[in-house]
Every structure is written in structure tokens, then in C-alpha cells.
């Protein structure tokens, strides 16, 4: 049997997959295993912000993996104290807790929301307004979390403690809260929902009235933050600072990664033996993350991903087939006129053209590092299979 075979055979079908054995990369382009080159416009959904094989991530990991590939989280590493320093000196964040995925970074926040409030207050005041059309993860306090009834679905009983409000409707959200909401969690462009940002005005009416009653204000930056919006986070571009914010994908560079900030009100809420991870803050993810927050937060690199987003939606925004463009830098999605995103998807993939869908829309999360020449070459194919 193939990889393809063997796969399907083994694994439980938890995703739709398309044909495609990828066997090696190089920055925005990569290899299956006929030979065949495809020009990545997903980045494994945010994740390889550095492209393949990014040379300072490899040696960093390689690195790291010949001399100490694990730790218990009881003892000290110094790839995770240097992490989370830089993350704490980028963001301005207190704290850190070192997950393995996004909604493991959106477990602990809601951890933290209900602990801060159970400590303040006591209980029943424990309920986390979202957002109608979010996405927070696939466990069951992240699916219950997610604004969407299609993820509410067979796996009953769900975690209770959440209210969603419709985006961008203060009233909406103003109406939600009954004196038991401890804190009210979002996404600035909600990704899965189909690459909607939010307005900004709302987002700082919502962080005012979060700051009057106590309420703490939770961003999930899994699929904004580091560095795909032309800054760090989301949240720089929206003139707010949460209290807590979620961060995982693109820190990794490509390993496993989840990450909750919190800001100097929350730092002291998790307390040993209240929340933890065997494998989380591993020295070998952690020694990656560190080669990625210093490539992203170098001089000139959010500029040029802001260049980078600017030509790409230029370039977009002059086919034909396009009908809008949303999504802020490089989190981009594409709304067409008559062609389904799914087919459209699988055209471009057949055509060696890696691309995402969400919701109706076609998705594009480039690595931040694509060059000039990858990204005509992607567009390129791109205009064809819209053709
Ligand atoms: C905004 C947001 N939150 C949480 C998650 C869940 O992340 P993970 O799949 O790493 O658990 C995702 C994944 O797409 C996401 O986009």
C-alpha cells in the first residue's frame, strides 16, 4: 500500500484530505513525492511562518534536540526561560503558560477567567461571552466555546458557562451580561468563520466596558499573532491590550506549540498544582520558537510582511473571478463570484498551488517569508485555475 493507503487505512477520518504526500520544503515551495513543486500559499494553516527549512529554526531545533530533547516541567531549560522572556518583552505580557496547541493556549485562558473571578468574587461568576462565528479549537471547553451550532454537535454533554453575542453588536453583548460573565473572548479577525475582522471601534467599545466591570478581555491571537497582520499581534492594530491573549501556530514555526499571555492583573492566578503540561515549554519546540521570535521581531521583517500583503492584494484584487478581499496582511480571504472555494481549492492544488478555504471563501496564510518570485508564481497559477 502507498502512504495515501496506508494512511487512510489506519488513521481515523477527523479530516478531508487532499492527495498529497508532501516530502520536502524550502521556503514557500515544496515537493511531493513524484517530484511535483507546489507554491504554498496555507503554510500548514499559519504555522511554518518561516517557510521550510528556515536555516536559523533548523540549526536551533537540531541544535536543542542533540542536547536535551525533553524536560519535566519540574526542573528549569534555558530555550524555555529565553522564550518566554522575548515573548513577555515583545508583547508586553507578565506571564506566560506553555501549551502544545491552540486550544490548549484557550483551555488555560479560560482557566485563568474563571480562577481570577472565583478568587475575586467567588462562584457563579464564571461565564465566558464569545463571539457568534468564532473558533477557539476541537477540545470540549474550546468547542463549546466556539460561536458556531455546527460544532455543537454529538458530544454531549458539553462544558456549560458560555453566551454568545453577534460581532460587532455592543448592545447585543451589553445584553449578555447578567453579573455571572467573567470574561469575554474573541478573535480581531475570526479565521475559521471566514476571515472576518472585526471593527475596531467595537473592540475598544468592548475593552472599555470590560475594564469598567472587571471583565477580563481574552484575544485569541492563535491565528493573527506572530507577525502575519504586519505586527506582532492583532491587537497592536485595534488600540486595545487584553488581559489575556492565546498565541500558538505561528510561535512554533512548525512544532507544537500553545501560549497564554497574561497581563499583570491575572499573573499571579495560576498557582502550582492549578493548571499544567507534560510536554508544554519542551526545550526542542521552545529552542524554535526563540529562532522565530527573533527573525519576526527583527528589524524590517513586520515591514516587510506589510509589503508583502500589500503586493499580494494588489496583485488578487486585479482578477476577474475576485469579488472582495478581507482579512488584515496576510491573513487573507478571498471571496469569488461564481467559483466554489472548495473546488477552487483542489484546481489550484492539482495545479501546484497550495490554498485554504474557510466557510465559502478561499484562504491564503502565505509564510511570512515568501519571496517576490514565489508569490508571482502562486498568482500565476492562481489566475489560471480562476480563469
Ligand atoms: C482562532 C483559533 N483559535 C484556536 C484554534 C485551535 O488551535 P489548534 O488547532 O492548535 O488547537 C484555531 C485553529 O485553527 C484558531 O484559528
Redesign the pocket.
Given at each position: 500500500m502507498n502512504t495515501i493507503q496506508t494512511t487512510d487505512q489506519h488513521m481515523m477520518k477527523a479530516f478531508g484530505r487532499i492527495p498529497l504526500v508532501e516530502t520536502q520544503g524550502k521556503n514557500a515551495t515544496c515537493t511531493d513525492e513524484n517530484g511535483k513543486t507546489y507554491i504554498d500559499f496555507g503554510s500548514g494553516?499559519?504555522c511554518n511562518v518561516l517557510g521550510w527549512g528556515n536555516e536559523a529554526w533548523v540549526e536551533a531545533v537540531c541544535g536543542q534536540v542533540k542536547k536535551l530533547q525533553h524536560a519535566c516541567n519540574y526542573y528549569y531549560t534555558q530555550p524555555q526561560a529565553e522564550f518566554v522572556e522575548l515573548l513577555c518583552k515583545t508583547t508586553g505580557f507578565s506571564r506566560v503558560f506553555l501549551g502544545?496547541?491552540?486550544?490548549?493556549?484557550?483551555e488555560c485562558a479560560i482557566k485563568v477567567a474563571r480562577k481570577y473571578s472565583s478568587d475575586k468574587y467567588g462562584k457563579n461568576r464564571g461565564t465566558i461571552i464569545t463571539l457568534q462565528n468564532?473558533?477557539?479549537?476541537?477540545?470540549l471547553a474550546?468547542l463549546a466555546a466556539t460561536g458556531q451550532d455546527g460544532f455543537h454537535q454529538y458530544f454531549y454533554p458539553f462544558p456549560e458557562g458560555f453566551a454568545f453575542a453577534k460581532a460587532n453588536d455592543l448592545d447585543d453583548l451589553k445584553s449578555k451580561l447578567d453579573g455571572t460573565v467573567c470574561a469575554v473572548m474573541m478573535?480581531l479577525v475570526?479565521?475559521?468563520g471566514g476571515v472576518m475582522a472585526l471593527d475596531k471601534d467595537y473592540v475598544q467599545a468592548v475593552a472599555k466596558l470590560c475594564e469598567e466591570q472587571d471583565i477580563l478581555l481574552m484575544i485569541?491571537?492563535?491565528?493573527?499573532g506572530g507577525g502575519r497582520m504586519g505586527t506582532f499581534l492583532a491587537q497592536e492594530l485595534f488600540g486595545i491590550t487584553a488581559n489575556v491573549t492565546?498565541l500558538?501556530?505561528a510561535i512554533g514555526g512548525g512544532l507544537?506549540i500553545?501560549a497564554c499571555l497574561v497581563d499583570e492583573k491575572c499573573a499571579d492566578v495560576i498557582t502550582p498544582g492549578t493548571h499544567g503540561s507534560t510536554f508544554g515549554g519542551n526545550p526542542v519546540v521552545c529552542a524554535g520558537a526563540v529562532a522565530v521570535m527573533k527573525q519576526v521581531t527583527a528589524e524590517g521583517f513586520l515591514d516587510s510582511v506589510k509589503e508583502k500583503a500589500a503586493y499580494l492584494r494588489s496583485e488578487l484584487a486585479k482578477i476577474p473571478e475576485i469579488a472582495a478581499l478581507s482579512g488584515i496582511g496576510m491573513m487573507i480571504g478571498i471571496t469569488l463570484k461564481s467559483k466554489d472555494a472548495h473546488d477552487v481549492m483542489v484546481k489550484a492544488n492539482d495545479a501546484g498551488l497550495l490554498v485554504l478555504t474557510a466557510k465559502e471563501k478561499v484562504r491564503l496564510l502565505p509564510p511570512l517569508t515568501i519571496t517576490k518570485e514565489e508569490m508571482d508564481a502562486g498568482l500565476a497559477i492562481l489566475r489560471d485555475v480562476l480563469a
Open positions: 494553516i499559519g502544545n496547541s491552540g486550544a490548549e493556549a484557550n468564532s473558533f477557539h479549537g476541537r477540545t474550546t478573535e475570526q479565521g475559521e485569541d491571537e492563535v491565528q493573527t492565546t500558538a501556530k507544537p500553545g
